[in-house]
């Protein structure tokens, strides 16, 4: 076809397309930004729920554009209606907001690079294909899909790429006489790019992840834009990120194998090419295959986001958890950086896992206890009340009205060099603390109680009756305590104790354990003087007595 030719056609493919590329070059100016600012985008389509891995990939474009002064902005891919769910952007939309990442701009967050959602951009991705027929880059393809089909049959039975392109390209050089006479007929057709590539060439690409990548240059003639008039995901991608300036395409490396077609799109569109970082998927090893898969909503509890937030992992603590898997130093510089927080964190590419991270509930737990452990008392506290407003109404109960209490069980062993360890979720406060609320605790009975030993009941109800005083120190408590057991049999150490135990009933640690037993309902809990003080000498003899009662 000639140009003239070239140009009829656009015409008459696109009457209603008025604007040329020029009108949205100028409005979608250069971003003004500091030198090295990356300009991120999350692009999910509505196609079912937000999973870890999404998430992941959101993070992912909020942090490194967070920490170069960039910008990270929501652009929704709804190009593919059939595979549309309903409610899908409200999800999107709604766990982001729930999970605090928050993009600067975007679909629900405004901005001048919009419209963020692609099926409003229907006109913009029809004014570049149209300019795109003029140059003789994209042409209409009216093959039927049992044509396509038998195409496909025959390349498969001879081994050969599968596809449309060089001789399978049957509508490549069609004449205008020809593509008019298919409209006049009605026929549908979909617009193919014209590809100038050559399958013999290599292209080379430096991926910030994975490096350098080589690949066979593209040379079919892929769809641009489907039967309806709207884009693929392919033409799509390059039209937005060019407009809306991104500077950094993060996503999933199962679009690695796209790359040729893209890199072919960026060039013939004159477009400046972003830089590509593939990210692999989160993995987990199959418990009942032995087998490293993707991870899967419909297997893997934690993999939808809903878990996080009905088990109250903390949305901090979460990001933490992310930015283990986003950067593989990430983990070891929070353990020693305790005053620091994750956006004192350089990540960088180089330091992302190449072949994926697997879901690892340990690390996630112990991250989380960690950022327990770096919490006061009070905030804790706070943050609980919160998740159990919606979580635990009638724990949500308790806790308000044994706030002061509560507190302060909450902040023993919160100073000093290793802050207590014991909590990973927000549910974890009323498991590990319901000794804290005597109505929890006298429900509880005893059921929690991991030991088989009897204790001298008599002995600690003497104890405390005559000995215990709360108004001193630690250490002066403890003194008495030892006194006390050497005073009634007990050695003072459990030293003494072991180098003679026929001498002996047991050793100071057995009396504790007895206390600590008897007022908490099991035999691990933090300081117990500290316990003791909080609940004052009333509390501990009717927590004996009940004892008493429960266990003859
Ligand atoms: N809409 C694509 C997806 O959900 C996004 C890929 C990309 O970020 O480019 O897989």
Redesign the pocket.
Known sequence: MSEKERIELAEILFPNIKHDRAYYENMYPERNLPEGAMVT?????P?GSVHLGNLF?AFCDMVYARQSQGKFFLRI?DTDQKRAIEGGIDNITGVLKGFDITPNEGYSYGGEYGPYLQSDRTEIYQTYVKDLIVQGLAYPCFMKEEEIATIREEQEINKIKIGIYGVYAVDRDLSLEEVKEKLNNKEDYVIRLKSPGNAKKEIEITDCVKGKLKFPEHDMDTVLLKKDGTPT?HFA?VIDDHLMHTTH????D??VSSLPLHIQLFEIMQFKRPEYVHIAPITIKDSETGTIRKISKRKDLWAGVKYYQEAGIPIDALHLYLATITNTNFEEWYLNNKDKDIKDFEFSFAKMAIGGTSFDEAKLNNICKTYFSRKSGREVYNETLDYTKTNDPDYYKLLEENKEDMIKFLSIEKDGERPRKDIAKYSDVKEEFSYAIDSLFEEENYSKNDSDKTYDINLIIDYVNNYLDLNVSNEEWFNKIKEFATNNGYASTPKKYKKDPDNFKGHVGDICEAIRVMITGRTKSPDLFSIMKILGKERIIKRINLYQNTIS
């Open positions: 985008r999350y692009g999910p389509s196609t990939s891919e995901y991608h395409v993060i996503r999933g199962e679009w």
